[in-house]
């Protein structure tokens, strides 16, 4: 008879000999989908991933500044204003500053933030840092990630359980309506266009409906590199936790982070990958009953955010393409400017160059629905490219911006995957932690 339950430490064993069985949330949900039956024999880990915009996130950074703390009146990077935090009497040499991803450029205000900043820091890249001294003057320098021995990520609400779909639904007149939000690139046409967010049945939360297995202690992956669930996030609640995560900073991945704009201002791209040990049958089921068609989507308008319809993340997801396409041969060539190209929240378009880089692509759609010459293409046999269409109110409504990149979600769960089965990585009994802590 297949075992019941099996523990953390045989499982890490198995993962230490090479024997364990990992799948990721794709391959098992394929499988579930065929009919397939798993017992806590078949399988010992399956991992799921997320990435998407994710505003609590900050960082905690050693600057190698030789100022001190009390002379500094401001500190900006690379335009982007910080807050330095270390003593007056700490001395010289390092400065302790706080960036947060959603603070926003003085210079280029909605269009460059934070989120941006610790992006380039990951790639290498030289980050100018000016401080303004109390005295008068300034001292201007830059720097680089390699130089900072301490630089940490805090996310204080990450992995919402799932989100909101948001459209302008509601007949009230335009000057009640929220011109700008921060879930669109640009005001929405009623009934003609909605937002959409969450990662569906590779969401590692929503996987946990039992809160089995994503606990204080966790360990997982940030952004490709090894971080821990602190605690539940700070707008965590019963009925839409989020978690609070922390990651060094070092060897971080850059496709899985970034900054992201928006029409109400600049916002932070960060991806979590969590480990299922399948400990248990529950651990199981809660993966298993966890399909996109299941989990469901509240549809809210736009300009007060109450839900006002119900639909499913399949609506979302199936038959979607995870990537944009980009066909330069359908570009007319606006003349005056690529509509495109300004409603892309990460800067992936060049409309001088007819290139999409798809490294930088969030595969949001935007340009799906703004490009008039339709050279975007996001699912097939659809009107103009469309990434999703949800059924609201006896409307076909587009989806024309998602917030969630369902691609590098599962391109997250299978790194988390080949990590587990080359040893990189050993899962963490996160239950024994917390009885130690008691």
Request: proline share 6%; hydrophobic share 35%.
């Amino acid at each position: 008879m297949p075992r019941e339950q099996k523990t953390v430490a045989e499982i890490n064993e198995k993962l230490r000999s090479g024997e364990a069985v990992v799948m990721t949330a794709m391959d098992f949900k394929r499988e579930v989908r065929a009919g397939r039956r798993f017992t806590v024999d078949d399988v010992d880990v399956v991992t799921t991933g997320t990435r998407g915009v994710m505003s609590g996130t900050s960082a905690m950074l050693a600057l190698p500044l030789d100022v001190k703390t009390a002379d500094i009146r401001r500190l900006v990077m690379n335009g982007v204003p910080c807050i330095p935090v270390s003593r007056p009497d700490d001395g010289e040499g390092l400065v302790d500053a706080v960036l947060y991803g959603t603070a926003e450029s003085l210079d280029y205000f909605g269009r460059y933030g934070g989120g941006h900043v610790l992006r380039e820091l990951v790639e290498g890249k030289d980050v100018e840092v000016e401080c303004l001294l109390r005295g008068g003057g300034s001292r201007l320098t830059k720097v680089r990630l390699s130089q900072m021995p301490f630089a940490r990520l805090y996310n204080f609400r990450n992995d919402f359980q799932n989100y909101t779909a948001f459209g302008n639904f509601k007949n009230m007149p335009s000057y009640l309506k929220r011109p700008t939000s921060i879930f669109s690139c640009r005001p929405l046409p009623q009934f003609r266009g909605m937002g959409a967010i969450g990662s569906g049945e590779l969401n590692p939360l929503q996987n946990d409906p039992k809160r089995i297995t994503v606990r204080e202690g966790t360990g997982i992956v940030v952004n490709g590199v090894p971080g821990v669930v602190v605690s539940y996030g700070t707008r965590s609640a019963p009925a839409k936790p989020c978690l609070f995560v922390a990651s060094d900073m070092h060897g971080m991945q850059p496709e899985f982070m970034g900054g992201f704009k928006t029409s109400f201002g600049v916002e932070v791209i960060t991806s979590i990958g969590i480990p299922f040990a399948i400990t248990s049958q529950d651990v199981l089921d809660g993966l298993a009953g966890c399909l996109d068609d299941s989990v469901p989507m509240p549809v809210a308008d736009i300009g007060d955010r109450i839900p006002l319809f119900y639909s499913n993340y399949g609506e979302i997801w199936d038959g979607a393409r995870l990537r944009v396409e980009f066909d330069p041969e359908r570009c007319i060539c606006c003349s005056f400017q690529c509509a495109a190209e300004y409603y892309c929240p990460m800067g992936a378009i060049s409309w001088k160059d007819k290139t999409l880089d798809q490294d930088l692509c969030f595969a949001c759609g935007a340009c799906t629905g703004n490009c008039p010459g339709g050279a975007f293409k996001g699912m097939d046999d659809v009107p103009r490219g469309r990434i999703g269409q949800v059924r609201v109110a006896g409307h076909d409504v587009p989806v024309i911006f998602r917030q969630s990149n369902r691609y590098r979600s599962e391109l997250m769960a299978t790194y988390l995957r080949d990590l587990l089965v080359k040893g990189g990585f050993l899962l963490t009994d996160s239950q024994t932690l917390l009885k130690h802590r008691d």
